[in-house]
């Protein structure tokens, strides 16, 4: 069991309280380490991999297999970012939030789900509830107080899963063409003889442009039981702030998805900002200020309402 601070649990729940009823606007952040933080992005690939490869941990469960992370500790609130579909945590937007998370003196966590990356277990057997199940592990046994999930692609799904299951953990969301519901949409949106087709097969081979393959095999099981943890088109119980970055140019997942997440949360502090020339992965440098700045963002207002509830 893990050690508890109640002082900082019982001021985050009066902060929470005070996010929900009063609608803070934006600001421009200020950009005392953004110039930090541009600096690492021309650091020369050996030494991103090696940053990768650095401090590359376990979290150990009895009933489950291990999942692989990278933590930096630091000041509340922390933040965690989950990656997309068939990714894993040593992507560039999960580098430069370490980073900048870093030069901030803030805590950070990166993660593999399983059956991805250098977690245990078998790709083939996985589910969106396992993963989903994996995002949990790591917010109850990595994190304390409260943390901003960065959530892209597939993980733009599980975090409001996460929302969800621990409102009381989650303080804000960020998502990067975060596709809710998305491969089931996909999947439906088929005709019903290829629908038929892929059940009799027993597996759906998913166009896509990231990989040599040029598909992403999914079994017709993944399918029917991601289809449990479809969010949209009924109200989705979140009420912290949530930023929803997305590129009008995403072949993958269409904006439209974003403005959904949007008009289905009961959160009245959601903010879409749309990208006219992003694409799907959001990975060109001023996606990814864009990125990085939206969570300083976030940080600062955080900090701001922690300060003033304890004072």
Not at 132 to 139: G, P
Not at 164 to 184: F, Q, T
Request: charged fraction near 25%; proline fraction near 5%.
């Amino acid at each position: 069991t893990r050690d508890r601070q109640p002082s900082a649990c019982q001021s985050w729940r009066r902060m929470r309280d005070v996010l929900a009823a009063t609608s803070l606007s934006f600001h421009r952040p200020g950009v005392v380490n953004h110039s930090q933080w541009e600096l690492r992005l021309a650091e020369p690939a050996d030494a991103a991999a090696c940053r990768q490869k650095s401090s590359v941990s376990f979290l150990s469960r009895p009933d489950r297999p291990n999942l692989a992370y990278n933590k930096i500790k630091g000041k509340n609130p922390g933040v965690v970012f989950l990656p997309g579909l068939n990714s894993d945590m040593n992507g560039q937007k999960a580098l430069a939030l370490q980073d900048f998370c870093k030069s901030l003196g803030h805590a950070f966590v990166r993660f593999d789900y399983t059956g991805c990356g250098s977690s245990d277990g078998n790709l083939q057997e996985c589910t969106v509830g396992k993963w989903r199940k994996d995002v949990l592990s790591v917010l109850d046994e990595l994190t304390d107080g409260p943390q901003i999930l960065v959530g892209s692609s597939l993980g733009g799904w599980l975090m409001l899963h996460a929302a969800i299951a621990r409102p009381e953990k989650v303080a804000a969301l960020v998502g990067v063409a975060a596709a809710a519901d998305y491969l089931v949409t996909t999947f439906k949106q088929l005709a019903l003889e290829v629908q038929k087709e892929i059940e009799e097969k027993g597996e759906w081979k998913l166009p896509t442009k990231h990989n040599e393959e040029g598909f992403y095999c999914l079994s017709y099981e993944f399918i029917k039981e991601a289809e449990n943890h479809c969010l949209l088109s009924n109200p989705i119980p979140i009420t912290c702030p949530i930023k929803l970055i997305h590129g009008m140019k995403d072949e993958d997942v269409p904006w439209q998805v974003s403005m959904q997440i949007a008009d289905d949360v009961v959160s009245t502090d959601v903010d879409v900002i749309l990208r006219k020339v992003g694409q799907h992965r959001m990975n060109e440098k001023d996606d990814m200020k864009l990125l990085v700045y939206t969570v300083d963002d976030l940080i600062d207002k955080l900090t701001t309402l922690i300060s003033s509830v304890i004072n």
